[in-house]
């Protein structure tokens, strides 16, 4: 390894997370006890300008940093708006519009219209004489010539990724790995994807999606890197830097482009894996994350300290990104959803957003449509001094103004009444996304504790937790950097998947045992490449497993490799009821798929110098900033307003009350009773 390119992993670590709307930063320095953050704008132009200075803002100087995480929209933004490399694909013959066939769903359930852009268009699908049999016997011998002819016409064409994608690869991939080999010798670059590398699954359209997605941000994840490697150098930092995965692990910046698409989503996934890491601290091992950010609000479960992870993740229609990624549900409703009144009278919310730019009315950058967090401004919850990143003040009369005009008079509402409104509706629109991944899943809510962060989480999540059963309310020390935090504490991960699509009655076992040994020896072989060393690997298996005769899957946890048939056979039973509540022991199960996460865990940091204890006051009113009228259901209430980093550690506060920080705002509603714990958390016992 280049020595210029070494992470020192010491103890001044530096988190950053790129939104959509603002770029977060929180730098430790245990050897000093030390914390710093920052929270500036998303330069959406070039990341790597914000990046920078996010970490200029801290005033700690760039070279001394001894290790940088970093999460990026670059490859999910690049996916959803479809802003690509010019990519190409070579298949077997008769198969190349798998991609765009996908599974005969529609974009509209109900409708008779709808729109699909494939990753790859139709004329860079380009097929070659070869067949593989389920089994992995060839059938149809490789035509090499075709491939040569076909790379030839990819590159003609102006394609600057490629990829390799055959049928049933997953059983026997030499077609795969010598079209590989030959392509490689005209390519002029290594962006060559192979289908089976990425995801060994059965199923062609999700495993030739993937492989498409990996391909085609390829190079725009490489440029992106080569960008902040550049920029950080400038800055003095010389060393290597880590970036984070979908599955919320991370991975060194020398490697991430090689598996490109697994960083997509790793913005949401390092906030879930924050929440995880705080919440076992807390005592709280049961959450629901509700992440609000600028554009969109992300929930997810956490049971036993442990994210739920998935491999069948579809970040949109006819989407699906099978490779390992922490279980995320979105939903378009955001700090900067936008509400409006429809053709019917009816006011709805989101999912379009303001974005960062113009953003909001209240941040004065020439907005004019009024949002959920210009609904909080208006019902006195956010006070308009105290915004971050203000261009030109705007006072709550002149917005409520707007309310009134383009909400309120169609709806037969005042200006304050229809901001009411709009925050009602977007609760809703919220707590049906929390629905999704409790209830809907067959977890009571009462079970857990809603974990609120992002910059507007702490806003909306005690009406949450009150409107979904939900007893309490975690908020973290640092809310509005959550997810930078994520960036600090992951681990280092890596995820396998195999196909073996197989009756359980009729399994190998010997090969069950072979195929998890071989995932666990390539994925400690890939941390031990890593520059940042763990200091201790944690083994973990699954199967993805279903009845004979049915489609979908359900993933089965393993206790070892060591796995018989009867005790398969009896895990799934008992995890198929578990999820459905059904049994049906007269129908025989099917293994799959076998998966294998290595991870490899980072050494422990102290959360509890997140709020600086020497700024604590001594008492509660020492600690109140001011009281003000704030709107609850209907009415105004007179309101203490807190300094959340003044707090006593020892304080309890009675609902309503406001407790204000850099990074957030939490509103605690009548009722409601809080306290702090030793990390700076505030625990809310929601009143009913």
Not at 227 to 233: F, I, P, Q
Request: charged residues 20%; hydrophobic residues 45%.
């Amino acid at each position: 390894m280049d020595e210029n390119l070494q992470v020192h992993s010491g103890s001044v670590v530096a988190g950053i997370d790129v939104g959509g709307t603002f770029t977060d930063l929180i730098l430790i320095d245990q050897a000093a006890s030390k914390v710093s953050i920052a929270k500036t704008p998303t330069t959406t132009d070039n990341q790597a300008f914000g990046v920078v200075a996010a970490l200029a803002a801290t005033g700690y100087p760039v070279k001394d940093i001894d290790l940088i995480v970093h999460g990026t929209t670059t490859t999910t933004n690049a996916v959803l708006e479809r802003r690509l490399a010019k990519t190409g694909m070579i298949t077997t013959a008769g198969f190349r519009d798998i991609i765009e066939l996908g599974r005969r769903t529609r974009p509209q359930a109900y409708g008779m219209t709808g729109t699909f852009v494939p990753v790859i268009p139709r004329n860079l699908r380009l097929e070659v004489a070869e067949r593989v049999e389920a089994r992995g016997a060839v059938r149809t011998p490789l035509d090499e010539d075709g491939v040569r002819d076909a790379v030839r016409q990819l590159l003609d064409a102006g394609c600057e990724s490629l990829v390799i994608h055959f049928l049933h690869c997953y059983a026997n991939p030499a077609h795969e790995k010598r079209a590989a080999e030959i392509a490689a010798e005209l390519w002029p670059n290594g962006h060559i994807t192979m289908g089976h590398a990425l995801l060994s699954e059965a199923r062609e359209f999700e495993r030739g999606v993937t492989a498409a997605v990996n391909a085609s941000v390829q190079p725009i994840l490489e440029r992106y890197v080569a960008k902040l490697r550049a920029e950080l150098a400038g800055q003095g930092y010389a060393r290597d830097f880590l970036m984070m995965n979908g599955n919320g692990g991370m991975i060194s910046a020398r490697f991430v482009t090689r598996e490109a698409a697994k960083t997509v989503m790793s913005g949401p996934a390092s906030g879930v894996i924050a929440a995880a890491y705080t919440g076992r601290r807390a005592g709280f091992p049961n959450l629901v994350t509700y992440d609000m950010g600028g554009t969109s609000t992300d929930v997810a479960l956490i049971r036993n300290a442990e994210p739920a992870v998935s491999n069948e993740i579809e970040i949109e229609y006819a989407m699906p990104i099978h490779v390992p990624m922490v279980a995320v549900h979105t939903v378009g409703a955001g700090g900067g959803s936008i509400a409006r009144v429809d053709a019917a009278g009816l006011i709805q919310v989101g999912p379009q957003s303001a974005g960062a730019a113009p953003g909001p009315i209240c941040y004065g950058r020439s907005g004019t449509e009024p949002t959920i967090t210009d609904a909080n401004l208006v019902l006195g919850r956010l006070a308009p001094k105290k915004l971050l990143s203000v261009d030109n003040p705007v006072t709550a009369e002149s917005v409520t103004r707007i309310f009134e005009e383009k909400i309120g008079r169609a709806a037969g509402l005042s200006g304050v009444e229809a901001a009411g409104a709009v925050l009602k509706l977007g609760n809703m629109k919220m707590a049906g996304a929390i629905r999704m991944v409790s209830v809907a899943r067959g977890h009571d809510p009462r079970d857990f504790t809603l974990f609120a962060f992002g910059g507007a989480g702490p806003l909306h999540a005690s009406a949450l937790a009150r409107e979904l059963g939900l007893p309490r309310v975690l908020v973290p020390a640092r809310p509005g950097i959550t997810n930078a935090l994520g960036c600090v504490v992951a681990d280092l991960r890596h995820d396998f998947v195999n196909t073996l699509n197989q009756p359980v009655a009729a399994l190998d076992e010997e090969r069950v045992r072979a195929v998890l040994a071989a995932q666990v020896e390539e994925g400690k072989a890939l941390i031990a490449q890593e520059a940042v060393q763990p200091q201790e690997i944690r083994i973990s298996h699954s199967a993805d497993m279903q009845f004979i005769g049915q489609t979908h899957i359900v993933n089965v946890p393993l206790p070892s490799a060591a796995i018989d048939r009867a005790t398969l056979q009896a895990l799934f039973e008992k995890a198929y009821f578990a999820r459905f509540k059904v049994e049906l022991p007269e129908i025989r199960a099917n293994l799959v798929n076998l998966n294998t996460s290595v991870t490899g865990v980072r050494p422990a940091l102290d959360l509890s110098r997140l709020i600086d204890p020497a700024g604590r006051a001594g008492t509660l009113a020492e600690a109140r900033l001011e009281v003000r009228p704030v709107w609850y259901d209907g009415r105004w209430h007179d309101t203490p307003v807190y300094a959340r980093e003044k707090l006593p550690l020892d304080a309890t506060i009675e609902g309503p009350a406001i407790l204000e920080q850099m990074d957030c705002t939490t509103v605690l509603e009548p009722g409601d009773m809080a306290k702090s714990d030793a990390d700076g958390n505030i625990v809310v016992e929601v009143g009913r």
